[in-house]
């Protein structure tokens, strides 16, 4: 009996004393967002590559929908468990960083190393200066139209805003077709605003308060109304997701929306035969355009920051950072990576990278998730009738105001 | 409990009640260990939680007294979101009583293709809810969705609807939505309840002269009664925290039109980031169930006719 409980005490220690030898070797966790069906197999891959190189280091991939992904990672971090790697929106860096979670790269990173980024990528990510996130992804947003639905209603591709209504009603006329596609439920439809809010000339913050009341943003909200109440966007906006939107444009239904490069892939997979163009957004006062960064993030509570540092490097590695832009309808952050044809060649591809000169980023402070959930609220609110521009508008500023106040 | 036989002596009796006292102690200590740690831990923590200043990724800081309570309480939005979540858990719980009950009746009968009827009544529960909700934004979203396909084959719309385009149409097929996806579980229970019924009382109310109507007002209904609490407690507590039909067809949206207190709560933590207020909303959210809940055991517990 004894004997027994002995072997059976054994074997129940077995996986604490492999695990003892397994603590010289490195066991690593990172989490990136899901950009497409592609990105899970291939940082696996890169992963298991590394590994093959690296025979004491493990690394477990997880990759999240964006949709949850900070929930996720809000959930991990306060039970104690934050990914020693992480890839995520620049705009949480701020909240990551006023938490100390983030280990600063400035020390870990060589001059030759940080030459490799398009210096203008690497501000994003600094927070007083300090260097928290290395660019993992960039892209920027464009206009596409369907070039034969324009060409049925008998007019121009829009180049401002005042084309862009005539064109959407237009369009509207055809049977069964919508103009312009305004998404108003889920994600980005404050990102929706933004566009027009910077083409007419307004500001999301101004002077560390909210700039949605300004003259311009009411221009920009009364705009967007306009065409609605015209029935130049699909019917209740507050309806149709971002990729709702994207169907019906895919259906051939839509005649103008702005879109992510990643459109584009997905076009040439669902709709091959759908005749469009991608163009720069309608420009009232100044071309603009959003520019989004995502980060690569190194945990400063990481035991194994050696190997996850070591790693992070081995991630831009030439072959693998032009073969994950490319499938996921990224453009470039490495200047190795903006020398490829790829982003000449590719007319569409190249349309959405003329803009990043004039790219406008979401602002890097604390709590933005807080303050694009007043906007959408708002937003949705005028959309639906409840409220006119100027009170959406207002409202939202108010709120925001007191949100930054409070901080 | 003392069921001592006249071959034992007394103390025998006392020391071997003892021992059983020991092994149910000893039986039960599991399940009290499992309870405490999957149910109090929590709790506690969120209590901590709900008194302290916590950052966006969960950091706990000082404490705060009753801050985060309080700043809830002037929360503009909470008060139309309770309200609505008083319509919502009572609108679908008393419309799946209202369906559950009929059915379990119906299916208690002896006809032919009962059991199918009863599978056909009983399968939707194996269903998740969430794949449930899934399915049925895609019915009620796509302009060429299974609803507008449907009502335009019959006759009964020209073009495609909007199911999903207001806020009180949206909240309408929400509400529908919850009902069909708890009328499975509540009619097991009350078929359940309708079986433990034995057939000679209804018999014998009828040969005393009772009519349908009143057998069932009189015989059925207060036996039924326990059955129906059980179905009440159950439900009302499912269905107040129910998350995902809510979150996939609107998100609590447009403009916070369609929110209650579990799907504002999950915006409270991880899009506002206010973890404190999310938690301290846990709290009474969590009081608000306890109240209740004992408020329909204590129901269930007063006999029928009292």
């Known amino acids: 009996m004894a004997r027994l409980v002995a072997l059976l005490l054994a074997l129940a220690c077995m996986p604490f004393s492999s695990g003892l030898y397994g603590a010289v070797a490195a066991d690593l966790r990172f989490t990136a967002g899901e950009y497409s069906g592609f990105t899970r197999p291939f940082l696996e891959r890169v992963a298991r590559d590394y590994e093959a190189l690296h025979p004491d280091t493990h690394i477990q991939i997880e990759v999240i929908p964006w949709d949850s992904y900070l929930q996720k990672l809000t959930t991990d971090i306060s039970s104690g468990d934050q990914p020693d790697i992480a890839i995520v929106p620049t705009m949480w860096v701020s909240d990551l960083a006023a938490d100390g979670l983030l280990e600063p790269l400035d020390a870990l990173a060589t001059p030759d190393f940080k030459a490799k980024f398009i210096p203008a990528f690497l501000v994003p990510a600094r927070v007083n200066g300090t260097l928290l996130g290395l660019p993992a992804a960039a892209s920027a947003r464009a206009m596409v139209v369907n070039t034969d639905l324009l060409q049925k209603a008998g007019v121009q591709a829009p180049k401002t805003w005042d084309d862009l209504f005539t064109a959407a009603k237009a369009v509207a006329a055809l049977p069964n077709t919508y103009g312009f596609g305004l998404p108003g439920k889920e994600v980005e439809v404050d990102t929706y605003f933004y566009y027009a809010l910077w083409s007419f000339g307004g500001e999301i913050l101004k002077d560390g308060k909210s700039g949605l009341a300004s003259p311009e943003a009411i221009r920009a909200a009364t705009f967007y109304m306009s065409l609605i109440n015209a029935k130049a966007t699909e019917p209740s906006p507050t309806a149709h997701s971002r990729e709702d939107v994207f169907k019906l444009f895919k259906e051939g239904r839509i005649g103008i929306v702005f879109a992510y490069p990643m459109l584009v892939p997905q076009l040439k997979a669902e709709a091959p035969d759908l005749r469009y163009a991608v163009l720069p957004f309608p420009v009232q006062t100044q071309p603009v355009t959003l520019g989004v960064t995502d980060v690569l993030t190194l945990s400063s509570s990481s035991k194994n920051q050696k190997a996850a540092w070591d790693f992070m490097q081995f991630l831009y590695g030439a072959r693998y950072r032009a073969e994950f832009d490319h499938a996921e309808g990224l453009l470039p952050v490495t200047v190795e990576g903006a020398a490829d044809s790829y982003y000449r060649d590719n007319p569409d591809i190249a349309a959405f990278a003329a803009g990043l000169g004039y790219a406008r980023f979401a602002p890097t402070i604390k709590g933005w998730s807080e303050l694009s959930e007043i906007t959408l609220r708002s937003l949705q609110a005028m959309y639906i009738g409840q409220k006119t521009p100027t009170e959406a508008m207002t409202d939202a500023a108010r709120q925001i105001d007191d949100v930054l106040a409070r901080r | ?306």
């Open chain 2, 1 to 306: 409990m003392r069921r001592g036989k006249s071959t034992t002596s007394l103390p025998a009796v006392d020391e071997r009640h003892l021992r059983n006292r020991q092994m149910l102690f000893l039986l039960i200590a599991p399940s009290v260990a499992a309870a405490f740690f999957i149910t109090l831990v929590p709790v506690l923590l969120l209590v901590r939680m709900s008194l302290s200043s916590v950052s966006r990724f969960g950091r706990i800081g000082d404490n705060v007294g009753l801050r985060n309570f309080a700043r809830l309480m002037a929360d503009p939005l909470l008060p139309d979101i309770a309200l609505r979540t008083a319509l919502w858990t009572g609108s679908v719980v008393g419309g799946t009583l209202l369906i559950a009950l009929p059915t379990a009746l119906v299916l208690n009968r002896r006809f032919f293709g009962r059991r199918l009827a009863q599978f056909l009544v009983l399968a939707p529960w194996a269903i998740s809810v969430t794949s449930m909700a899934v399915v049925w934004r895609r019915a009620l979203s796509d302009e060429a969705g299974l609803l507008n396909r449907l009502a335009m084959a019959s006759g009964l719309i020209e073009r495609p609807v909007i199911w999903l385009g207001s806020i009180p149409a949206s909240f309408a097929f929400e509400i529908l939505i919850a009902i069909l996806v708890s009328v499975p579980f509540s009619t097991v229970i009350l078929l359940a309840g309708l079986s433990s019924i034995p057939s000679e009382i209804s018999d014998a109310a009828r040969l005393d002269g009772a009519n349908a109507g009143a057998r069932l007002g009189h015989v059925t209904l207060p036996l039924l009664r326990p059955f129906i609490c059980v179905v009440l407690i159950f439900n009302i507590a499912y269905v107040m925290n129910s998350f995902p039909i809510i979150w996939i067809l609107t998100q609590g949206g447009p403009a916070n039109g369609t929110d209650i207190l579990v799907t504002y709560l999950y915006k409270l933590a991880f899009t506002l980031g206010r973890l404190d207020e999310a938690a301290a909303l846990s709290i009474l959210m969590l009081g608000a169930l306890g109240v209740l809940t004992v408020l329909m055991l204590r129901m269930l517990e007063r006999p029928a006719h009292g």
